[in-house]
């Protein structure tokens, strides 16, 4: 059947001002679910009315609801571009801190079909992970003000400037004062964005209401890695000098985190296969240091 629309002919474009256009940054992803939902207003739902059908003129327009994920394994350019949109602030060689407000910017997809542009979105949560064998993947969950429909055939033609990303291979965590082996891990920054509709269907305001920082992985259980337990038992100290490192050659992407403070879990065993410990913490501000600053060097 000619004129169906594959998923492998999309594209990806996001910019920081208006309009979309071959100025803006190309990206290939993974997958994506950013949509609009258009709700309705029915007093019918609630009112008794000595039937039970809906007339409808009792029907009105509701609130349009903007927001998904976009999934991608972003390469060292591309994290120049999109980590001041997760943390706040703009870089300042190669250094990404967090702010207390976010920058909003234009996601713009092409659906074949039809092409949509969602405006005024920011990253309520950024999700990296990783695993043995697997490259480094990134999660955008998006919040945005509204959507629009763009015609066939007009969405513009931006070449991808290739790049190839961080693999897990090439990460490093130190933590308790060391280095630790590691199979898999996730790290979660969520902005905490809070939606505003005032006097109008589509959103005129988001704002980034609070912040937390979440690390997982999980380690071998032995003699090496019990402390990583047991010491943050005993005390809620943290471990104030836990890095995750990523190296390419000359590239590199350093996660630093203030204070780290466990969630506790004791290892248990799930198989005849090696017994893990699974290691939680979220992280802290701690004596101005901020609970996590990201320095990317993309070359």
Known sequence: MSGQSIGSQSALLLDS??????????????????????????????????????????????LVRVGGSIVMNPTPLELDNLLPRILGAAEVTDLFSVAETLPSFLVAINRIAKFHTYAGAKVNKAIFSGGSGKPLQLELQILAQ??????????????????TPY?????????GGATQL???????VDNHLSV???????????????????????????????????TPVASAAGDSAATLVFTSGTKSLTFTFGNLKSFARTPSVRNKGQIRLPLRYKAYEIAGVDEIAVTNDPV
């Open 167 to 175: 693999n897990f291979t090439q990460g490093v965590i130190t933590l």
């Open 146 to 163: 509204t959507e629009t429909e763009g015609a066939a055939g007009s969405f513009p033609s931006v070449a991808e400037g290739n790049q």
């Open 196 to 230: 505003e509709f005032n006097n109008s269907r589509t959103a005129t305001d988001i704002v980034a209401a609070d912040r937390s920082v979440f690390l997982a992985l999980s380690t071998p259980y032995t003699s090496t890695e019990t402390t990583l337990f047991t």
């Open 182 to 188: 590691f199979n898999q891990f996730v790290l979660i």
């Open 17 to 62: 001002v208006a309009p979309i256009d071959g100025s803006s940054e190309p990206y290939y992803f993974l997958s994506e679910n950013l949509v609009a939902q258009y709700d309705l207003i029915d007093d019918g739902e609630q009112a008794i009315r000595g039937t039970r059908s809906h007339p409808e003129e009792r029907v009105s327009q509701g």
